[in-house]
Structure formats: structure tokens, C-alpha cells
């Protein structure tokens, strides 16, 4: 470490690289700070992932090695024997798993600098589980959060040093912020009609997600605008009882279950509302990808959606599972162009100035660099 900057070789430690929002976010941090020209490598142990080529053909290496259990001696070797091999100095885990067995594993292999990053704690279903995460915060030389809501929560459990966690929110590629034209091939791709409005929701069909409340808010605006039509973009075990429960809505002719998609962006630009009803939110992702590109949001007051939006500034909150107040709010978007206008440039201008990658990954490396100087006394060049 002591010739500086050259020197940091970053790994991030995660489950696999699916298809979710997390393992986007923790992708773009690893491409953006090989951008800034650190050795960054990616482990993966559980499996891989389809998101794992998006790291390979960006430069990042990908690594799997697969853990039997947390804290199964064999593989924690196997672990620290590929972090001394690539020889790694700063250690980034992202979420339960890999933040108890990449923590012991990275200061089996001495790792200087151990980061933990935390997404959201509602997950946490045992005792063993705090047990757990609370023995490894000795390791730990920080832990990252994507919200206060996040921090707040998780010292409220663990009760651990609150001076070592850190709120560094996600952050998502400036090249969204560009003016984009209408992707007009999805229209004719999809069947859509170009006269009527659309309603984006991205999100995982789970539980948590609460579909049900979103369809029972488009309900009373089909009351009101027979025009609309709710794209649902993504997969997810629910798939079956969400399309149920839009036959005996009666709705079902205006839902639209399109699945997983890769050109989110593309789908942003023909959507009028993007509404996420969520339950549980760490810090959400796609909020910052529909604000980018311009289109209003209405989400649920949960989590770290309030530190994302102003709410009737830069979009809309409301109660979680209140389907009358999502409508209302949805109404007054789509009724109202000017204020929609304005909503529209207002949350543009607040994802330019707090919620790009790059800000992400210089308050991330600035973090790494503070724990060298304080542990030791290592001066790193900017």
C-alpha cells in the first residue's frame, strides 16, 4: 500500500449477479471505479448470473466461488485463498451472505481495508442472524448504507458504533440524464397505442412489491381515463395470482405483464407515470432511472424513497397500501401537463446533482482512502 493509489485492488464480494436492482447497482459501482482506473474484481458465492457479462465485457474480472454454508471452514479457505491470489486490499461485501462470510474470509486474509455495504435489514428473520452480523461488525472497518432510513434501522438492532456507518447513496449512469427520443418500436412491438397513457412499474413480482395495491389503484383511474394502460416489467413468482387478481378487478385488458426487460430506459420514455408501491425499500434505483429520464414518479413512503424524492417537488409520496391516494396522485399527473412539467425538471436536476455513479463510486474510494489514513497513517495521492 505504501506506493499509494496505484496500489488499491478493490474486490466486491457478492451472492450472484441476477437480475435484480442490487446487483445492478453493485455492478455499476465495480465498471465505474474501473472507469477511475483501480484493479477492480467481482466474486460471486453462490453462482454467477446474467448480469455477469455486463461486468466481463466492461473490463471487470468475474469470480465464483461457491460457499457451502456462511461459515463452512473449507470454503471461507477457498474464499481468503482467491482474495490472496488476486492479492486484494480493499474488500466491498454487498448484502447478508457475503457481508458475514466475505468479512471473515477477508480478514482471514488480512485484508486492510473490510467495507460491508447494507441495502436494507428487514430481511434479517433470526437471532442467529444478529448474532452473526453482530460478531463480524469486529472485523469490519465500515459499513456503507444506501439511506439513513437503512442506517438508522440497522444501529437500532445492532446497536453497533454508529461513527462507522457511512450513507452513500446509489448512484446511476449520467448518460441517462441525456434527451431521449420515444422508442417508438416498442408500440408496434408490444401492441400499444400510441394515444393511450402507460403507467410503468419495474419491480420484482413479490410480496413485498404489493401489486395488488397498484392494481387496485389503477381501478379507480380507469374510472376516471379509460386511456391507461399499466406495464409491469418485471418477474417474479406472483405472476399468476397479480394476473388473477386483474380478472376480478375486471382490469385485465389494461395490464400488461412484459416481463424482464434490458432497455428499461427504452421503456421509460414512452411511460407517462412510473409508480413503485413497495413495502420494504432500501434505496431504489429505478425512482433514479424515471426521474433521469423525465418521467413523474409516484412511490410509497417507505425506506429511502423520501431521501430520492421531494415529495410534490420532484415526485410524489404516499402511504404504503393506499391505492386511493396512488390514483389521486396519478390523476393530478396525468390531467395536469404543467405539472408534470415541472416535476419532470425538477427531478432531472436532483439525480444530476446528488444521484450519478460517479458521485457514488468518488464517495466510496474516499471512504477506502480515510480508513487507510486512520489505520495507517497511509498518505494516498488523489
Not at 478493490?10 to 435484480?20: D, E, R, T, W
Not at 446487483?23 to 466474486?43: N, T
Not at 421509460?268 to 425512482?287: C, N, P, R, Y
Request: hydrophobic share 40%; charged share 25%.
Amino acid at each position: 500500500m505504501a506506493n499509494g493509489i496505484d496500489d488499491l485492488r478493490i474486490a466486491h464480494i457478492i451472492s450472484a449477479l441476477g437480475k435484480g436492482g442490487m446487483e445492478f447497482a453493485v455492478s455499476r459501482l465495480a465498471l465505474e471505479q474501473k472507469k477511475m482506473g483501480y484493479d477492480v474484481s467481482m466474486i460471486c458465492i453462490r453462482e454467477l448470473g446474467s448480469t455477469a457479462e455486463m461486468l466481463i465485457s466492461g473490463g471487470v474480472p468475474v469470480h465464483l466461488c461457491p460457499l457451502k454454508s456462511r461459515v463452512n471452514p473449507f470454503s471461507l479457505f477457498r474464499l481468503r485463498s482467491l482474495l490472496c491470489e488476486l492479492k486484494i486490499n480493499v474488500a466491498q461485501t454487498h448484502n447478508y451472505r457475503p457481508n458475514v462470510s466475505g468479512v471473515i474470509a477477508a480478514k482471514m486474509a488480512r485484508i486492510p481495508v473490510i467495507v460491508s455495504s447494507l441495502r436494507t435489514v428487514n430481511r434479517w428473520d433470526t437471532y442467529r442472524q444478529f448474532l452473526m452480523d453482530r460478531f463480524v461488525c469486529l472485523f469490519r472497518d465500515a459499513i456503507v448504507c444506501v439511506s439513513k432510513e437503512v442506517r438508522d434501522r440497522y444501529i437500532e438492532k445492532i446497536k453497533w458504533r454508529p461513527e462507522k456507518l457511512r450513507v452513500i447513496h446509489n448512484g446511476i449512469d449520467p448518460e441517462l440524464l441525456k434527451q431521449r427520443e420515444k422508442a417508438d418500436y416498442l408500440y408496434s412491438k408490444h401492441g400499444l397505442k400510441r394515444e393511450d397513457r402507460h403507467i410503468a412499474s419495474i419491480a420484482r413480482l413479490v410480496r413485498i412489491k404489493d401489486h395488488s395495491t397498484l392494481l387496485k389503484a389503477l381501478k379507480v383511474i380507469i374510472s376516471e381515463r379509460k386511456d391507461v394502460k399499466l406495464l409491469l416489467l418485471g418477474e417474479g413468482p406472483l405472476k399468476e395470482d397479480i394476473e388473477k387478481e386483474a380478472r376480478n378487478l375486471g382490469i385485465e385488458e389494461n395490464v400488461l405483464f412484459l416481463g424482464h426487460q434490458q432497455n428499461i430506459p427504452d421503456w421509460l420514455t414512452i411511460a407517462d407515470i412510473s409508480i413503485l408501491s413497495t413495502h420494504v425499500e432500501g434505496f431504489s434505483s429505478t425512482i433514479l432511472e424515471s426521474m433521469a429520464v423525465g418521467v413523474p414518479v409516484i412511490a410509497t413512503n417507505v425506506g429511502g424513497n423520501p431521501e430520492a424524492i421531494e415529495d410534490g417537488v420532484t415526485g410524489f409520496l404516499t402511504p404504503p397500501s393506499d391505492a386511493g391516494a396512488i390514483a389521486e396522485k396519478a390523476l393530478l399527473i396525468l390531467d395536469n401537463p404543467q405539472i408534470a412539467r415541472e416535476i419532470r425538471e425538477k427531478a432531472r436536476q436532483k439525480v444530476a446533482e446528488s444521484f450519478t455513479i460517479d458521485v457514488t463510486a468518488k464517495k466510496t474510494i474516499e471512504l477506502y482512502r480515510n480508513i487507510l489514513q486512520k489505520k495507517f497513517g497511509i498518505g494516498i495521492s488523489q
